[in-house]
């Protein structure tokens, strides 16, 4: 089982829905991390998250520590948008501990 | 400011081969670490250097290799390349912290296809 599990792992939506890209994970983290991803290879980071929430735009992130499990909403969806999402976490077991990374959501957003 | 460079951008190699790749970070930034992705595995830490440091390293065979430079600028070696090292290599700096725990700006990547 991979210590970063995310879902779905493809998602359409149509423009100007609300999107919700989730993301749970096995162990202890001190940092999560939201990347995006556009075609080319591209990567943009999101957001960084060790508790509650964040908001950029239309953009906003949350985390719940206990629960091991962070979501991604995107508000008013744009084909912009379209990318693939990745998540990641830094695992507190030191700083030896190497960023993890989910295997991606790939969103596509239709007129 | 500058944002992450990193050269070539493209590079066709043959087996057996060695390449260098080489990022450059945004100015001030002292951390930089090392990612491979491939459509298998997906992402990947390779890994991180800082002030000319290897401060971790991820689970690649000794094949993989890299170094810091006192300017931050850092290089990855592969040598005795194979198919499977084809891939997009992405270097991404920080300001400091250990990699992870602040916020990554990412390179363009490299794209390697060994032939």
């Known amino acids: 089982k991979n210590e970063v599990e995310q879902s779905p792992q493809n998602l359409t939506a149509q423009e100007g829905e609300f999107i919700t890209i989730n993301c749970s994970y096995s162990?202890?983290?001190?940092?999560l991390h939201w990347l995006q991803q556009h075609p080319g290879g591209g990567i943009v980071s999101l957001f960084m998250?060790?508790?509650g929430k964040k908001k950029h735009g239309r953009l906003i992130a949350t985390i719940n520590i206990q629960e091991k499990h962070s979501s991604l909403h995107i508000t008013a969806s744009h084909p912009r948008d379209s990318a693939v999402y990745i998540c990641a976490v830094k695992p507190n077991t030191g700083t030896a501990s190497k960023l993890t990374f989910g295997t991606g959501t790939r969103l596509q957003v239709t007129l | 400011k500058a944002g992450v460079t990193q050269t070539p951008r493209y590079l066709i190699k043959t087996r057996g081969q060695q390449v260098t790749l080489s990022c450059s970070p945004i100015s001030g930034h002292r951390s930089v670490s090392w990612y491979q992705q491939t459509p298998g595995q997906g992402l990947q830490f390779l890994f991180e250097y800082f002030s000319e440091t290897q401060r971790n390293k991820g689970n690649f065979p000794g094949r993989f290799s890299g170094r810091q430079f006192s300017n931050s600028r850092s290089e990855m070696n592969v040598s005795t390349l194979e198919l499977g090292d084809s891939a997009l290599y992405l270097c991404?700096?920080?300001?400091?912290?250990?990699?992870?725990?602040?916020?990554?700006?990412f390179g363009p990547g490299t794209r390697l296809l060994v032939l």
């Open positions: 998250l060790s508790s």
């Open positions: 991404a700096s920080s300001l400091s912290l250990a990699g992870g725990q602040e916020t990554q700006y």
């Open positions: 162990v202890g983290i001190s940092a």
